[in-house]
């Protein structure tokens, strides 16, 4: 199984961060599994991901006290809309 959409975003989420990014793909499968129980990031829809990215992955990163998650959430999930053609072929 492909981990292209978990290692694409977790090393964005790293550099938004500065967080390690085997930590950040960490935070992403946690946050799907939050929203989708026994579902990755790669089985789960555009707009799905979207939402876990706008919901529980925010939620994930104030838990672990990251300063600015409303930005941070705002900007990844931004990064996805501007990605999404490129993801669709991976």
Known sequence: MSNAI???????????TEKKPMSCKGLIRLAVLDKFPGK???????NELKDVFNTTLKER????????????SDNIASYLVKNQSLLTMA
């Open 61 to 72: 990163l104030d838990n672990v006290s990251t300063p600015n998650t409303e930005q941070i």
């Open 6 to 16: 978990t290692n694409f975003f977790g090393e964005y989420l790293a550099g938004l």
């Open 40 to 46: 990755t990031p790669e089985q789960i829809s555009f």
